[in-house]
């Protein structure tokens, strides 16, 4: 079994900045594609960015710019650098995880449980 949580959220001032982190725990064999999701209430969840394990980048255009998605293979850790942030940038944000984790079973979706980021004033 693997987990996934988040960390680094909380409330900032409009153009001020916040780093995400996704640690993943369990018996790891390689991670795959790791990606950034946001969701507001009411509203459906979008993707932010995804890296995958060789380090190839697509972000989403409102991101673009601004937020930058990096991971770390050898400590399965995964960051969103996030820059000039707006109240548009609120959301809880989760990390997702494409897992080989264990011989005889297929690659698995996980998810963390997400953070609160704020931008207001």
């Known amino acids: 079994q693997v987990e996934l949580v988040e960390s680094g959220g909380g409330l900032v001032q409009p153009g001020g900045s916040l780093r995400l982190s996704c640690a993943a725990s369990g018996n790891i064999i390689k991670i795959y594609v790791a990606r950034w999701f946001r969701q507001t209430p009411g509203k459906a969840p979008e993707r932010v960015a995804q890296v995958t394990h060789n380090g190839d980048i697509n972000y989403a255009d409102f991101v673009k710019g601004r937020f930058t998605i990096s991971r770390d293979n050898t400590n399965n850790m995964m960051y969103l650098q996030m820059n000039s942030l707006e109240p548009e940038d609120s959301a809880v944000y989760y990390c997702?995880?494409?897992?080989?984790?264990?011989?005889?079973?297929?690659?698995?979706?996980?998810w963390g449980p997400g953070t609160q980021v704020t931008v207001s004033s």
């Open positions: 997702n995880e494409e897992v080989d984790f264990a011989v005889g079973q297929p690659i698995t979706s996980f």
